[in-house]
């Protein structure tokens, strides 16, 4: 058994091409993992295992390796930084006690760095902040730094300074013990040596010395007091300090370097086992009530002798089988063990537990609090699933996922095709809970839906390559919704006979707008018995069952509230099912009057051009109906941020490409739905409709 303090679960997360996976490969040289540095341009980087990966320089999926520094085990997970895989840096940091931020010197906080530095912020973890590729043009490590404080709105601590920049960039400045780390021109980490501050960087240094040790005071009293009369505390206490004020996201600790350079990386590591929590500093998991999803005041204490608690975040198929990657937080688990598993009331026995480098594994015949490992063969297990102890049953808060956004229709080129596709397609939905999959009933085409082109791309990529299932691949469709716009009251009666008892069922009623994301809200103000309390259920089901398909194209509503009013039954021939049928026609006859509308997904857009292509992209957001929301200058060209209809998206990567000399850079994320202008909605209504005549 190890010492739990001796652990650090980290993850390291940030915007596409920051630098995260060139990271992670220099923290396994540095530890002595790996021996020989895979760069990720070569497509040749340890977490980078996937073809895809490979070929595109991206990270895919969030992969998970272990090594030690100075007696401490590190689990590190390298996330993608991709707005279409948000979701598994969302699942990734659910489990981490830590993260490293990478920032680009010369980019700064981009797009997805915001939505990455969010998730984290939701989910409390602490994160040290690395700026990297200082040796590139155009960067500014002090301008990163006032972008963390007034973009992302966080406290940076800095903790080094960079000596030189661009290409004169040589080393770093260590502000808490007054030394200077110098590489030498090989490139190799080992090559460095710890010399005096050069003379012109003294008074900066100070200047940073002393604000850094005001901030990290504050997180004690008493220090503070004998600080403010003078007395300077010692290292100890100031690293004490700044443990606390990380743990509590108070303030970030801030390092700069290149890693691809291999300057300041170990000052990177040392940071990790003087400031990030261990597993049993940060505030343990909350437990839920299995129906409500609402917590029960009880937690998951991190220790090794409480009853057996782990939660399943991620699934993956490669050619060994399944493997569940579960993140433990109380107990042991051995080989051979019976585990239940609280979301379906199974139990499951453990066959083999293996440790992940990535993709190469190691057997391990017990696990304990603190643990990320992969199970391998496990039958019925989820993404968000808990698995417990047998006597002891609980569930650990679930995860939330986003909705996709946009859809492909798909057919297997050949017959044989079809059944391979299932399969495949099933083990993937499992993978990844941002991709869902459904069947036209009526067409029996497959319809794919994912969180943007780039996601469903490599989706059919997968299917292709790793499943060998060829793909006719449709256009892309948008997840169009539907509304009503005013307030109508109305009437309907059910009423049907025909030999034998017959249906009857009378309903008064308010159809109105609800709120915003309100979804299906029901009530009823009936007095006296014109319609049985035994029959609401029935009326409710039957208007509920209605929001799938609009009246206007038959795509789903959104925001509807219903009233009932009143209404009429008979004696004999009133039951649940005339009642549910009278609300599916009062549904239909309805919505028409209560001015049904169309609603389309609006994106949020963070394009990235250079300063002289400016003019020509915002004139082709505006013509892409977009609405222009803010607009800064950088100092490598500039930022705007806009709301854009998902519809007029499609294929934006090539045509910003092309106006921006293929310099432009954009990212985007679902904001919310509004309604269609008048003659887009006729156009999307004319479409479906005729695509339901040919049906």
């Known amino acids: 058994?190890?010492?739990?303090?001796?652990?650090?679960?980290?993850?390291?997360?940030?915007?596409?091409?920051?630098?995260?996976?060139?990271?992670?490969?220099?923290?396994?040289?540095?530890?002595?993992?790996?021996?020989?540095?895979?760069?990720?341009?070569?497509?040749?980087?340890?977490?980078?295992?996937?073809?895809?990966?490979?070929?595109?320089?991206?990270?895919?999926?969030?992969?998970?390796?272990?090594?030690?520094?100075?007696?401490?085990?590190?689990?590190?997970?390298?996330?993608?930084?991709?707005?279409?895989?948000?979701?598994?840096?969302?699942?990734?940091?659910?489990?981490?006690?830590?993260?490293?931020?990478?920032?680009?010197?010369?980019?700064?906080?981009?797009?997805?760095?915001?939505?990455?530095?969010?998730?984290?912020?939701?989910?409390?973890?602490?994160?040290?902040?690395?700026?990297?590729?200082?040796?590139?043009?155009?960067?500014?490590?002090?301008?990163?730094?006032?972008?963390?404080?007034?973009?992302?709105?966080?406290?940076?601590?800095?903790?080094?300074?960079?000596?030189g920049r661009e290409d004169d960039f040589v080393g770093v400045v260590d502000v808490l013990n007054r030394q200077a780390y110098v590489w030498d021109d090989t490139g190799l980490p080992e090559n460095y040596e710890i010399t005096d501050v050069p003379a012109d960087m003294v008074d900066d240094l100070e200047a940073y010395r002393e604000e850094m040790i005001e901030t990290a005071v504050e997180q004690d009293d008493d220090l503070m007091e004998a600080y403010m009369e003078g007395e300077e505390p010692s290292i100890e206490d100031i690293k004490r300090c700044i443990r606390k004020g990380t743990r509590d996201c108070a303030f970030f600790p801030t390092f700069c370097g290149s890693a691809f350079k291999n300057k300041g990386m170990q000052l990177i590591l040392d940071a990790v086992v003087d400031y990030l929590p261990s597993p049993t500093e940060v505030d343990p998991q909350p437990l839920t009530d299995p129906e409500t999803c609402e917590p029960t005041g009880e937690v998951a204490t991190v220790s090794v002798d409480e009853p057996f608690k782990a939660l399943a975040f991620k699934i993956m198929d490669d050619r060994f089988g399944a493997l569940t990657f579960v993140r433990i937080y109380s107990g042991k688990l051995n080989k051979g063990d019976t585990v239940l598993n609280s979301a379906t009331g199974k139990t499951e026995r453990i066959g083999r537990m293996v440790e992940m480098q990535a993709d190469e594994r190691n057997e391990l015949t017990s696990a304990q609090a603190g643990d990320i490992i992969a199970i391998v063969g496990m039958k019925n297990v989820q993404t968000g699933h808990t698995l417990c102890d047998v006597k002891h049953e609980c569930t650990l808060e679930p995860m939330i996922f986003p909705t996709p956004v946009i859809s492909i229709a798909v057919t297997p080129k050949d017959k044989g095709g079809s059944e391979k596709m299932g399969i495949a397609i099933g083990k993937m939905v499992a993978e990844d809970p941002s991709f869902q999959v459904e069947t036209d009933e009526e067409t029996g085409e497959t319809i794919l839906k994912g969180m943007g082109e780039l996601h469903l791309d490599i989706k059919v990529d997968i299917l292709k390559r790793t499943y060998g299932v060829d793909l006719i691949v449709g256009q892309p469709q948008v997840a169009y919704r539907e509304t009503i716009t005013q307030p109508v009251e109305d009437s309907y009666t059910h009423k049907k006979q025909s030999g034998g008892s017959g249906q009857f069922g009378k309903i008064d009623y308010i159809m109105k707008p609800g709120e915003v994301a309100s979804g299906f809200k029901f009530t009823s103000s009936v007095i006296g018995g014109n319609v049985p309390k035994e029959f609401w259920p029935a009326i409710e089901k039957g208007f509920k069952g209605m929001m799938d398909t609009g009246v206007l194209a038959g795509f789903p509503v959104l925001d509807v509230e219903i009233e009932l009013l009143d209404g009429?039954?008979?004696?004999?021939?009133?039951?649940?099912?005339?009642?549910?049928?009278?609300?599916?026609?009062?549904?239909?006859?309805?919505?028409?009057?209560?001015?049904?509308?169309?609603?389309?997904?609006?994106?949020?857009?963070?394009?990235?051009?250079?300063?002289?292509?400016?003019?020509?992209?915002?004139?082709?957001?505006?013509?892409?109906?977009?609405?222009?929301?803010?607009?800064?200058?950088?100092?490598?060209?500039?930022?705007?941020?806009?709301?854009?209809?998902?519809?007029?998206?499609?294929?934006?990567?090539?045509?910003?490409?092309?106006?921006?000399?293929?310099?432009?850079?954009?990212?985007?994320?679902?904001?919310?739905?509004?309604?269609?202008?008048?003659?887009?909605?006729?156009?999307?209504?004319?479409?479906?409709?005729?695509?339901?005549?040919?049906?």
């Not at 930084?81 to 598994?88: A, Y």
């Not at 500014?140 to 800095?158: E, M, S």
């Not at 998902?646 to 293929?662: C, D, K, N, Q, V």
């Open 1 to 163: 058994m190890t010492d739990l303090s001796k652990y650090r679960n980290i993850g390291i997360f940030a915007h596409v091409d920051a630098g995260k996976t060139t990271t992670t490969e220099r923290i396994l040289k540095l530890t002595g993992k790996i021996h020989k540095t895979g760069e990720v341009h070569d497509g040749e980087s340890t977490t980078d295992f996937m073809e895809q990966e490979a070929e595109r320089g991206i990270t895919i999926q969030s992969a998970a390796v272990s090594c030690f520094w100075k007696d401490h085990r590190f689990n590190v997970i390298d996330t993608p930084g991709h707005v279409d895989f948000t979701v598994e840096v969302y699942r990734s940091l659910k489990v981490l006690d830590g993260g490293i931020g990478v920032f680009c010197g010369s980019g700064g906080v981009e797009p997805q760095s915001e939505t990455n530095w969010r998730y984290a912020n939701e989910s409390e973890v602490a994160r040290i902040i690395f700026v990297n590729k200082l040796d590139r043009m155009g960067a500014d490590f002090f301008r990163v730094t006032d972008q963390v404080k007034n973009v992302l709105g966080a406290t940076p601590l800095i903790m080094t300074l960079p000596i």
């Open 568 to 695: 009429a039954f008979h004696a004999v021939d009133s039951s649940a099912v005339a009642f549910e049928i009278a609300a599916k026609g009062a549904f239909r006859q309805s919505m028409p009057k209560a001015g049904a509308q169309l609603l389309e997904p609006i994106m949020h857009v963070d394009v990235f051009t250079p300063e002289d292509h400016v003019g020509d992209v915002i004139g082709d957001l505006n013509r892409r109906r977009g609405m222009i929301k803010d607009q800064e200058a950088g100092v490598t060209g500039s930022r705007i941020k806009a709301d854009v209809p998902l519809s007029e998206m499609f294929g934006y990567i090539g045509s910003l490409r092309t106006m921006t000399s293929g310099r432009g850079q954009f990212s985007m994320e679902f904001s919310h739905y509004a309604p269609c202008p008048a003659n887009v909605a006729e156009k999307v209504i004319a479409e479906q409709k005729e695509k339901n005549a040919k049906k």
